[in-house]
T-cell receptor, first 113, second 116 residues
Framework: KQEVTQIPAALSVPEGENLVLNCSFT??????LQWFRQDPGKGLTSLLL?????REQTSGRLNASLDKSSGRSTLYIAASQPGDSATYLC????????????FGKGTHLIIQP | GAGVSQSPRYKVAKRGQDVALRCDPI?????LFWYQQALGQGPEFLTY????????KSGLPSDRFFAERPEGSVSTLKIQRTQQEDSAVYLC??????????????FGAGSRLTVL
């Protein structure tokens, strides 16, 4: 059974810092990996989607990398801003026919003004 | 609509009551998913529809949970004889393509169920 782990569980940094969120998964046979952000009381917003054949994706100040063979992904946030404060979730879609995403528990990020 | 709409946003039920949660996906989206998110946890997969067909219900925790999407658009998640452990946020998500597509999921804001 696929398991997704996110480290750290919580992170608080001053505004302007660059930071890295980590995600690891136990079964490397994935179809794709997705990073989401979740704001309190709201649904999930997709940030980046990396197909299994890709190594990284970039969107603005966000860069996500994927090392499928080692079961790891990182989300890099450059020049963090208070508006980046949210919970960041990593999710994988299995390549073996599983329909749903398997999520980690998330990293709760606070950017201090 | 412009996004995935879920109703009610908040539901308080007494233990033993039946509840029904509604999801309006983005028009034309083929795939529809239901997830359950307990407090402090990541979402957990419940069930998946491709159009009106329920292709995967392996995540439904018990036979008290039932989901349908009769016309391939709106979906309803029904929970019978609710129990306290059913308290969670129920998230609905849709995507344009079928399961093998590369489209990202668009999530609704969720329905928060509290069972007393």
């Amino acid at each position: 059974k696929q398991e997704v782990t996110q480290i750290p569980a919580a992170l608080s940094v001053p505004e302007g810092e660059n930071l890295v969120l980590n995600c690891s998964f136990t079964d490397s046979a994935i179809y794709n990996l997705q990073w989401f952000r979740q704001d309190p009381g709201k649904g999930l917003t997709s940030l980046l989607l990396i197909q299994s054949s890709q190594r990284e994706q970039t969107s603005g100040r966000l860069n996500a990398s994927l090392d499928k063979s080692s079961g790891r992904s990182t989300l890099y946030i450059a020049a963090s801003q208070p508006g980046d404060s949210a919970t960041y979730l990593c999710a994988v879609r299995g390549g073996g026919g599983a329909d749903g995403l398997t999520f980690g528990k998330g990293t709760h990020l606070i950017i201090q003004p | 609509g412009a996004g995935v709409s879920q109703s009610p946003r908040y539901k308080v039920a007494k233990r033993g009551q039946d509840v029904a949660l509604r999801c309006d996906p983005i028009s034309g989206h083929v795939s529809l998913f239901w997830y359950q998110q307990a407090l402090g946890q990541g979402p957990e997969f419940l069930t998946y529809f491709q159009n009106e067909a329920q292709l995967d219900k392996s995540g439904l925790p018990s036979d008290r949970f039932f989901a349908e999407r009769p016309e391939g658009s709106v979906s309803t998640l029904k929970i019978q004889r609710t129990q306290q452990e059913d308290s969670a946020v129920y998230l609905c998500a849709s995507s344009l393509s079928g399961i093998s597509g590369a489209n990202v999921l668009t999530f609704g804001a969720g329905s928060r169920l509290t069972v007393l």
